[in-house]
């Protein structure tokens, strides 16, 4: 596609539910990054994938949280049993290898009420 | 792992300049990345370093030294537009080119 693309752009939910984000990559592109961030805050890195492997899983805060990609395309991140401290946009990144720079989505912005 | 510092925030005068700093701590190396992001939107990127010097894009220039662990982000003839937030970013080759994100500066312009 023409960029990255997230889904969905908005997603509130209850306290202990599980929830699903989407991530469609630029074509082509190997590498793709998850990013968690807090109102006012930085970036916080959850996870890399180059292809469909995933070299780095160091920024994954619990395990309550997983990621997976499929066919070097699509990922989802997977937050198990949703937690308030969870709220926050989530946000997806890909890259041409891991040598270039990486072009962002939009977001997905969680609310765990 | 590694620790990359910034200055939290800045304010410049419109039509002037302004540097904004970046240190960064990391044992693998492998590049230098500035993103700007305006309040409520995605990071956009800005440029890139891998060697020493500056590397000049119209109004915005960036600069690397590795020696010192030291990145400066330059913008030049500030515009209003400009007031966002500079994230300096670090790719670290012993976590398979992971890209790891500073807290951001968060600059203000003012007429």
């Known amino acids: 596609g023409a960029g990255v693309s997230q889904s969905p752009s908005n997603k509130v939910t209850e306290k202990g539910k599980d929830v699903e984000l989407r991530c469609d990559p630029i074509s082509g592109h190997t590498a793709l990054y998850w990013y968690r961030q807090r109102l006012g805050q930085g970036l916080e890195f959850l996870i890399y994938f180059q292809g469909n492997s995933a070299p780095d899983k160091s920024g994954l805060p619990s395990d309550r949280f997983s990621a997976e990609r499929t066919g070097e395309s699509v990922s989802t991140l997977t937050i198990q049993r949703t937690q308030q401290e969870d709220s926050a946009v989530y946000l997806c990144a890909s890259s041409l290898g891991g040598m270039t720079e990486a072009f962002f989505g939009q977001g997905t912005r969680l609310t765990v009420v | ?111």
């Not at chain 2, 039509?15 to 590049?31: D, H, P």
């Not at chain 2, 939107?41 to 800005?46: H, K, M, R």
């Not at chain 2, 440029?47 to 690397?64: A, I, M, P, Q, T």
């Open chain 2, 1 to 111: 792992g590694q620790n990359i510092d910034q200055p939290t925030e800045m304010t410049a005068t419109e039509g002037a300049i302004v540097q904004i700093n970046c240190t960064y701590q990391t044992s693998g190396f492998n590049g230098l990345f500035w993103y700007q992001q305006h309040a409520g939107e995605a990071p956009t990127f800005l440029s890139y370093n891998v060697l020493d010097g500056l590397e000049e894009k119209g109004r915005f220039s960036s600069f690397l030294s590795r020696s010192k662990g030291y990145s400066y982000l330059l913008l030049k003839e500030l515009q209003m537009k400009d007031s966002a937030s500079y994230l300096c970013a670090v790719r670290e080759a012993n976590s398979g080119y992971a890209l790891n994100f500073g807290k951001g500066t968060s600059l203000l312009v003012t007429p």
